[in-house]
Structures are given as structure tokens and as C-alpha cells.
């Protein structure tokens, strides 16, 4: 019984691994159908899996054969193992690159910086945190932004924004802030030695400490979209939570002040 328990986590392993998991949604509406036996030739002919997957779906059917397994009972455990990959694929670390620049049609770079921060700050649940060198909101698709800010705010999220010791900056954003009744954190470098680090120059986003992005881009429409930025996205990665700690390590020693 335990081969036929790594044969069929070893099946649903590549399904998983060549992006064929609609097979076995496939496979399982047959299987419910009663269109499938335990005999290999009625998968081979309904089911027509690619070759990697067919190879291991007849040695999961003889193994359960051998152990005298049904057909519903061998969906009941692909359906189990199904489950646990899927959650597991949910959770395991994801790094993907991301720009701003011309779509190229033999481009290996398929997110876009605009729709990655929007995307990053709308899927918030507990906490925004965002640091960057400049911020400008004068092009409505970068105030869009700001609004995607303000609808993690009214879900409860805390949001905390790091800038440059940069007046223009505390300008930008108060004056493009429509919702005064919600608390905005907002916190600018000042160091303990000037001379040693003359200014915060980094552009990263972290969501609930699970996700972020660290970008060229600056918080622009140029940034956005006219010049060329590249990034990277990190989701689920203790790394997150690392730089967000290192940033909260500055504040608790008074390295950063508070703003508004």
C-alpha cells in the first residue's frame, strides 16, 4: 500500500510540476461518470494524458491492482494528494521578474511594474508597507495607486510609508490623501550620522510581511511607465519579513521620524 501511496503523490507530483492539473479535473469527472475502470486501456483511450503522465498513471493502476484497490478508492486518494500539492504550490516561494518597458514579443518579463504594485497593494489583509525615494500622484494612473492605498486603509490595514528626507515628498502624498479620518503613517529618513548615508534611495513594497517587491521604479508616472525598471517579485519567503524587520529596526532606533 505505501508504493501505491507514492505512486499516485509521484502522478499528481507531475501533473503538477508540466501545468497539466485540468487533466485531472478531466479525470476525475470521468471516473464519477463511471467511464473509467481500473483497466489502463479506458484512461489511455478517454482520458489521452501526455506521455510522462500515462507512463505513471498504468503503474499507479498496477500497483493498485495488486493491492486490490478500487477505482473510487484510488480517486479518493489523487483527490487527497491533489489537495495537499495545491495547497502546498499556494505556499511555497515565488520569485517572478518584473519592468516597466516595451511588451517584446520574445520577452521572457511578462508583469509589468504598474499592475504588479496595484495588484501587491490590493491584495493586503493586515499591513501596506511601502518605502520609496520619490513620490509624484499628478497622473490619475498613478493616484489610482494611491486610491488602491486608501481601500487597504479602510480594510483595516495598517499602512506605513518610508520616503526620503524630501519635503515635496510629505507634500505629494498629504495633498492626494482623500481619506483624513483614517490614520497614514508616514515616516522619512534621518539617520544618526548625515554624512555616513545621505539618503534612503530603496523602492520596495512588503504586504502582510508574505510578499514584496523590490523595484528601480519610483512611486511616477515615469516610473511606471515611460522609463525602463526592473524588479523582482518574492512571495512567501522569510526574506519579506526580513527586510521588514530590518526597516522597523530603524525606526525603533529612532533612525526614522515620523512625518505624519
Known amino acids: 500500500m505505501n508504493k501505491l501511496n507514492e505512486k499516485i503523490v509521484q502522478f499528481i507530483s507531475v501533473c503538477f510540476s508540466s501545468s497539466n492539473e485540468h487533466m485531472l479535473d478531466r479525470l476525475f469527472e470521468q471516473i464519477d461518470n463511471g467511464t473509467l475502470t ?16 500515462e507512463f505513471l498513471a498504468y503503474d499507479m493502476l498496477k500497483e493498485a491492482e495488486r493491492n486490490d484497490v478500487q477505482i473510487m478508492e484510488v480517486r479518493k486518494y489523487l483527490e ?19 519592468w516597466t518597458g516595451p511588451d517584446l514579443e520574445s520577452g521572457l518579463i511578462k508583469l509589468n511594474t504598474y ?7 490590493e491584495s493586503a489583509e493586515h499591513e501596506v508597507f511601502i518605502v520609496g525615494y520619490s513620490f509624484s500622484f499628478r497622473e490619475e494612473s498613478v493616484k489610482d495607486i494611491l486610491k488602491s492605498v486608501e481601500r487597504a486603509v479602510e480594510k483595516n490595514c495598517r499602512v506605513n510609508i518610508i520616503i526620503n528626507d524630501v519635503e515635496k515628498n510629505f507634500k505629494e502624498i498629504m495633498k492626494h490623501w482623500e481619506k483624513e479620518n483614517y490614520q497614514l503613517n508616514v515616516y522619512h529618513w534621518t539617520g544618526r550620522d548625515s554624512s555616513a548615508y545621505t539618503s534612503l534611495h530603496a523602492k520596495l513594497i512588503i504586504i502582510d510581511q508574505r510578499k514584496l517587491l523590490l523595484t528601480s521604479a519610483n512611486f511616477s508616472y515615469h516610473g511606471f511607465h515611460k522609463n525602463i525598471e526592473t524588479g523582482v517579485i518574492i512571495e512567501n519567503h522569510d526574506i519579506a519579513k526580513d527586510i521588514w524587520k530590518q526597516y522597523h529596526s530603524l525606526m525603533k532606533e529612532n533612525q526614522m521620524k515620523k512625518a505624519y
Open 38 to 53: 481500473n483497466e489502463f486501456i479506458t484512461w489511455q483511450s478517454r482520458v489521452r494524458f501526455p506521455f510522462e503522465l
Open 80 to 98: 487527497l494528494a491533489f489537495m495537499m500539492a495545491k495547497k502546498y504550490k499556494e505556499h511555497e516561494p515565488r520569485v517572478s521578474p518584473v
Open 115 to 121: 499592475n504588479t504594485v496595484k495588484y501587491l497593494i
